[in-house]
Structure formats: structure tokens, C-alpha cells
């Protein structure tokens, strides 16, 4: 089969591209096939773990077709919608149609996603990517940050590899919620049961390695409780310096697509009053995928 060249350009010197087109033409994500650009795609997100692609324009079903192909659509509501999958919006816009005032338990919740974390490590099976298009951007803030994990477990000092690598870690929804409202962590908590991974993700295609943590991670085994959140804390600090992190300014168009496996991402505030609908679709991770490697 013939070599198919992606033109890209690097969001951050450490991880994440632009992807800028295929062979010459331009990227139009509605038409990306299994066969035709997937594979290509698929290389460049193992490689690189963030990508990047402008002037799309995604409506729900083609969003639906194009993450369907890096996997099982994930649904967190596990069929309460009925069968068909559905998307996630992130948005400050209620289903009535009026905009959540700042202090609603919608907006608080949504506050969750300004902390460092990873989709759905708190799920039984937890996703694989995330593929987020704008919709209705805000006039200021909302910007998404991302940091490689990858890069922050290849530069974490010995003694912390040495202390971390192999850990078992547990996640649990609430755990993040705990200081922004008590409702929500209790709505969470009868949700999602706790979920133990190991502290390491094994890309099974690069043979990286990348930490899989988040303000989600409640526990170390055999580390203490206030020792393993100071750990914790300890290690996403480290991975998310600000030198390596990319702040991704939105403009419309924008889809990202990350590696849940290698990328800790958070959102920023914006003014709440004005609205901000990204769309979501996760995708869950299979055996091929590497879940074998973070199997306590
Ligand atoms: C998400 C998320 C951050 C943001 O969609 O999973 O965390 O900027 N979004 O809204
Ligand atoms: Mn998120």
C-alpha cells in the first residue's frame, strides 16, 4: 500500500500536531474512511497524542461516524437514552434552553473539568480519545490545556519512577468533586463505583509508557492517605509545568482529538453568563489498545 504523507505542524515542541492535510489536499473529517486517511490519522495520534484539525464542519452524525472509527462510542448513561449513541455536550447551555447562572450544580459540575484530568478513568472500561468540536465559543476565556504524560513520566526524576511504576492508583469521580459541592460528590459516588489501574499506560504501537492519573485519583496502594494525595499532586504537578503544557484558544472550526492514555487536559473559565458548547464524543478503549498494561 502506498505511504500516505500527512503535512502537520507541532502545537508544542514536546507532543501535538496541527494536522494541516493529506497528501496535498485539505483535511475534511466528514470524509475520512477506515482505509482512506484513518490509518494515517490513527499513526499520527500514537505518535504524536494530540491532534489538532481546523475549519471543520462536524455536525452530530458525521462527529458520530468520524470517532466510530477509533472505536466503541462510550456511553456513560449505558443505554438510559436508548441504543443509539449520543453526544455528550459540554455546555453551560441547559436543556431548556436558558444559560446555567454561575452558582447552578450544572456550572459547578462543569468546574469539575478545570482540574487536571483524564476521561473516564473512573469508568469499568475507560475511553481511549476524546474528539471535541467548537460549537458556540465564548468572546473570551474557555481555552483547553493539555500536557503529555508520556513526556512527564520520561522526565520524572528516578527515585519517583522508582516509587510510582507498578503503583496501583484509584479513581473515583466524587474524589475530584469533593471541594467544589457535596451534592455532586454524593450524585457521583452512587454513579461510579471506585476503578483500580496501574499507575503507567503501555502504548502497545510505540511502546511508550505515559502516567494515567487524574484529580480523580483518590489512593495509592500501599501508600498512606494524605502521603498518596501529596503524591498524586506531585506527579500532575510535575507533568503539567507550565512549559509543557499547550493552551489550545478555540476558534470555530476546531476539532481536538487526544489520546486518553497519554494526555492530561482541564478547561479554563470563562464568562459563565455568555454561552460555551463544545461537543464530545468519547471513545472507549479496547484490548488493542493496551488496557492489558493497566490491569491491576
Ligand atoms: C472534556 C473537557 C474541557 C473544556 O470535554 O472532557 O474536559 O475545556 N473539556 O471544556
Ligand atoms: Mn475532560
Known sequence: MPRVTLRTSPLHPMFGVEVLGVEGLDVDLRTVTATAGYPALRAAFEEHSLLLFRDQELDDDAHLRFASLFGPIEDRAAGAYGDAPRMDNVSNRLADGTIAAADDLHTLDLSGNQLWHTDSIFLPVPALTNVL????????????????????????????????????????????????????????????????????????????????????????????????????????????????????????????????????????????????????????????????????
Do not use: K, M
Open 133 to 296: 468540536a467548537a460549537r458556540v465559543l465564548s468572546s473570551s476565556g474557555g481555552e483547553t490545556e493539555f500536557a503529555s504524560t508520556r513526556v512527564g513520566w520520561r522526565e520524572l526524576p528516578e527515585h519517583l519512577r522508582a516509587r510510582v511504576g507498578g503503583a496501583v492508583f484509584t479513581h473515583r469521580l466524587a474524589h475530584s468533586r469533593r471541594a467544589i459541592s457535596d451534592e455532586l460528590v454524593a450524585r457521583h459516588l452512587a454513579r461510579f463505583p471506585d476503578q483500580r489501574w496501574r499507575s503507567t499506560w503501555r502504548n502497545p504501537v510505540t511502546g511508550d509508557e505515559a502516567l494515567y492519573l487524574a484529580s480523580h485519583t483518590c489512593a495509592v496502594d500501599d501508600v498512606d492517605g494524605p502521603e498518596a494525595q501529596a503524591l498524586v499532586d506531585e506527579l500532575v504537578d510535575r507533568c503539567t509545568r507550565p512549559e509543557r503544557v499547550y493552551s489550545h484558544a478555540w476558534r470555530p472550526g476546531d476539532v481536538l482529538v487526544w489520546d486518553e492514555r497519554a494526555i492530561l487536559h482541564r478547561g479554563r473559565p470563562w464568562p459563565y453568563h455568555e454561552e460555551r458548547t463544545l461537543a464530545s464524543v468519547c471513545v472507549s478503549a479496547t484490548e488493542a489498545d493496551g488496557l492489558a498494561s493497566i490491569r491491576p
